[in-house]
Protein backbone atom coordinates (compact mmCIF):
# COMPACT_ATOMS: atom_id res chain seq x y z
CA UNK A 1 0.00 0.00 0.00
CA UNK A 2 1.20 2.99 -1.12
CA UNK A 3 0.08 5.99 1.47
CA UNK A 4 1.45 9.66 0.85
CA UNK A 5 0.95 12.60 3.41
CA UNK A 6 -0.70 15.57 1.96
CA UNK A 7 -0.14 19.09 3.89
CA UNK A 8 -2.48 22.18 3.24
CA UNK A 9 -0.74 25.11 2.83
CA UNK A 10 -2.15 29.10 3.87
CA UNK A 11 -0.75 31.79 2.80
CA UNK A 12 -1.44 35.00 5.36
CA UNK A 13 -2.02 38.16 3.43
CA UNK A 14 -3.50 41.44 4.40
CA UNK A 15 -7.03 41.19 3.20
CA UNK A 16 -7.26 44.19 0.87
CA UNK A 17 -4.17 42.52 -1.05
CA UNK A 18 -6.84 39.82 -2.20
CA UNK A 19 -10.24 41.99 -2.77
CA UNK A 20 -11.81 41.49 -5.82
CA UNK A 21 -14.16 44.47 -5.82
CA UNK A 22 -12.80 46.54 -2.84
CA UNK A 23 -14.87 44.82 -0.12
CA UNK A 24 -12.61 42.71 1.77
CA UNK A 25 -13.26 39.20 1.56
CA UNK A 26 -15.11 36.71 3.74
CA UNK A 27 -14.33 33.01 5.15
CA UNK A 28 -15.53 30.72 2.18
CA UNK A 29 -14.97 33.38 -0.87
CA UNK A 30 -12.88 31.82 -3.62
CA UNK A 31 -10.09 34.00 -4.48
CA UNK A 32 -7.28 34.21 -7.34
CA UNK A 33 -3.86 36.17 -6.35
CA UNK A 34 -0.68 35.88 -8.01
CA UNK A 35 2.32 36.19 -5.41
CA UNK A 36 6.15 37.23 -6.14
CA UNK A 37 8.31 36.41 -3.54
CA UNK A 38 11.58 34.56 -2.22
CA UNK A 39 11.83 31.12 -0.86
CA UNK A 40 13.01 31.88 3.22
CA UNK A 41 13.44 28.34 4.05
CA UNK A 42 13.14 24.95 2.41
CA UNK A 43 12.61 21.67 4.42
CA UNK A 44 11.71 18.24 4.04
CA UNK A 45 10.34 19.19 0.51
CA UNK A 46 8.39 22.24 1.59
CA UNK A 47 9.33 25.60 1.11
CA UNK A 48 7.92 28.85 3.03
CA UNK A 49 7.55 32.07 0.96
CA UNK A 50 8.14 35.49 1.98
CA UNK A 51 6.01 37.76 -0.61
CA UNK A 52 6.98 40.81 -1.67
CA UNK A 53 3.98 41.54 -3.84
CA UNK A 54 0.47 40.28 -4.70
CA UNK A 55 -1.40 40.61 -7.90
CA UNK A 56 1.53 43.22 -8.71
CA UNK A 57 1.28 45.07 -5.59
CA UNK A 58 3.81 45.14 -3.25
CA UNK A 59 3.20 43.81 0.20
CA UNK A 60 4.28 45.59 3.50
CA UNK A 61 6.26 43.14 5.17
CA UNK A 62 4.70 45.05 8.50
CA UNK A 63 0.86 44.23 7.45
CA UNK A 64 1.50 40.84 7.11
CA UNK A 65 1.04 38.49 10.08
CA UNK A 66 2.85 35.65 11.31
CA UNK A 67 2.37 32.97 13.39
CA UNK A 68 3.28 33.82 17.45
CA UNK A 69 6.42 32.34 18.47
CA UNK A 70 5.97 30.25 21.42
CA UNK A 71 7.14 33.05 23.88
CA UNK A 72 4.78 35.01 22.56
CA UNK A 73 2.03 32.61 23.56
CA UNK A 74 3.36 31.50 26.51
CA UNK A 75 3.39 35.53 27.63
CA UNK A 76 -0.03 36.21 26.64
CA UNK A 77 -1.48 33.06 28.34
CA UNK A 78 0.68 34.52 31.82
CA UNK A 79 -1.21 37.50 31.32
CA UNK A 80 -4.41 36.02 30.76
CA UNK A 81 -4.08 34.02 33.48
CA UNK A 82 -3.05 37.00 35.91
CA UNK A 83 -6.18 39.05 35.21
CA UNK A 84 -8.19 36.67 36.07
CA UNK A 85 -6.62 35.54 38.87
CA UNK A 86 -5.29 39.44 39.83
Known amino acids: MNMQ ?4 AQLVLPASAVSADGSEPQVGDDVSVTVD ?3 SQSQNGMV ?3 PSAVNGQPV ?5 QSEP ?3 DMRS ?3 SQF ?3 NG
Request: net charge neutral.
Open 82 to 84: KGQ
Open 76 to 78: QLI
Open 37 to 39: GKV
Open 69 to 71: SLD
Open 48 to 50: TIT
Open 5 to 8: TQTQ
Open 60 to 64: DQAQQ
